[in-house]
Each structure stands twice: as structure tokens, then as C-alpha cells.
């Protein structure tokens, strides 16, 4: 615990962080790694919980819409 804070809130609290910070991105590729950063701390925000399905199962579904627009965006760049 620091300043009365679990770890399992820590990790609520940073993921939170990283999904505002995202949304504040103006380059859409740089949107999706930070994004992606905060959805893996939220699945792992889940699992803290004693496993939160919906956070879980929401989070994941972002994270791969997030890898696979990425690397489309690649594919269809380095054509």
C-alpha cells in the first residue's frame, strides 16, 4: 500500500491515466500504443479484481482493435 492505496487500485488509477492521455493525442498511431498501454493495465486491473469479466473481456477487445489497426497502418504503408 502507498498513501492507502492498493496495488490492484495503483494499476485502476494508471490505466485511467493512460486512457486519458490517448484520447489527448493528435497522431492516431501514437493514440493506439498508449490506448493499447492502458487496456493491458485495465485487463490486468481485471484479474486484480478477482476477475472482472467485463472490464476483462472489454479491455482485450480494444487492445486487439488496437493491434490490428496498427499493423494495418504498417502493412499498408511500407506498399
Known amino acids: 500500500m502507498l498513501f492507502g492505496i492498493s496495488i490492484t487500485e495503483w494499476v485502476g488509477y494508471l490505466a485511467s491515466l493512460a486512457l486519458i492521455i490517448s484520447f489527448l493525442m493528435k497522431n492516431m498511431y501514437t493514440l493506439r500504443i498508449i490506448n493499447s498501454i492502458g487496456a493491458i493495465l485495465f485487463v490486468v486491473y481485471g484479474i ?32
Open 48 to 79: 486484480l479484481l478477482k476477475t472482472s469479466y467485463p472490464i476483462i473481456i472489454t479491455n482485450a477487445f480494444i487492445l486487439m482493435a488496437n493491434i490490428y489497426y496498427l499493423l494495418l497502418k504498417k502493412r499498408t504503408d511500407s506498399l
